[in-house]
């Protein structure tokens, strides 16, 4: 071996030797001061609640100092651009639900590149329920299907804007021959207003924040877009049972974090998160206030997932040209 090799060999192990015991120190001290948890929604809804039951959660069997850090605007995308932007040390992770993999597929403008952010895992996910307004003369999806047939476009239906229930609609409309007016709604709110007053004869929602209204009488439920009936609406068949050509769709909530954030950070998170969500209490939270079903996926599942996502609802997109509303 030449003197010059044995040289450059000798050299690169000692940085190796400084470099390697820094990162490992770095890792192990984490975390140091306050771990923010990005929510790129308004308070309330369903990420934002989430999300804070898990940061009370967390800190109560850590000890960590968290904050949470609403970054509304954009269907998710502002507060999506903050964390992408954000150092990958480990204090920063954002908390989505499921229309966060549609804002690169709907807007080709993204003030941050899909890649800067690294899924970690699905927390759960909920069916989710189409509405009439108890005055319009369907009383399942399958009878309003049928209605629209003989008026295409007269009869209406709104769910939020740039958002998995839009594409959804989308999809039962190609898929089973029938044409519907679709209104995107900004928020749950103006989307309440408007089916409880009939603005709209149907509404796409959370199954969950649904029921209050469907057992107060003032919303019809009709469908619920899983793969079995849920227990909140037992009597209600799915879609599928009502002989519509559909795919089982569900809401559903995630966490990311900057890309290049050390995978034994993003281990030690994923393992506490997981902790905190089996806790009884918490459990049981997700699932009468969100009728959530925890799945609490590995980092790879969930990769996998939103590949397998974006395939197919990028495809529905693409077929009808929808772009962010």
Request: charge should be positive; aromatic fraction near 8%.
């Amino acid at each position: 071996m030449s003197v010059m090799r044995r040289r450059a060999m000798l050299a690169g192990s000692v940085v190796a030797s400084l470099s390697a015991p820094t990162i490992v120190r770095a890792q192990a001290d984490w975390p140091k001061g306050t771990i923010k948890f990005v929510v790129p929604f308004p308070p309330g809804g369903s990420t934002d609640p989430i999300t804070r039951i898990i940061q009370a959660k967390l800190s109560e069997q850590n000890g960590w100092n968290i904050v949470v850090e609403n970054k509304p605007g954009g269907s998710g995308v502002v507060g999506a651009a903050v964390a992408a932007k954000s150092p990958p040390d480990g204090n920063t992770w954002l908390f989505v639900f499921d229309n966060h993999i549609l804002n690169p597929l709907l807007n080709e403008n993204l003030p941050y590149k899909d890649s800067e952010l690294m899924p970690i895992m699905q927390l759960g996910r909920s069916a989710q329920g189409i509405a009439a307004h108890p005055s319009r003369p369907y009383n399942t999806f399958a009878e309003a299907i049928k209605a629209a047939k003989a008026e295409p476009g007269k009869i209406s239906i709104g769910s939020l804007g740039s958002s998995l229930a839009q594409i959804f609609i989308a999809f039962l409309q190609k898929e089973n021959g029938f044409q519907i007016n679709y209104i995107p709604y900004k928020g749950g709110g103006p989307l309440y207003q408007d089916a409880l007053a009939g603005v709209t004869d149907m509404s796409v929602t959370s199954l969950a924040n649904m029921m209050p209204h469907v057992r107060g009488g003032k919303l019809k439920l009709v469908a619920v877009t899983g793969d079995k009936r849920s227990k909140l609406a037992p009597d209600m068949p799915t879609l599928s049972e009502q002989g519509v050509k559909a795919l089982p769709t569900f809401s559903w909530w995630g966490v990311y974090a900057p890309a290049g954030t050390p995978q034994p950070i993003v281990d030690k998170m994923h393992a506490a998160i997981s902790k905190a969500v089996r806790e009884k209490d918490v459990t049981g939270k997700f699932v009468d206030q969100f009728d959530m079903e925890i799945t609490l996926s590995s980092t790879a599942d969930f990769t996998a997932f939103i590949k397998k996502e974006l395939e197919v609802w990028g495809k529905v997109i693409r077929e009808n040209k929808i772009s962010a509303s």
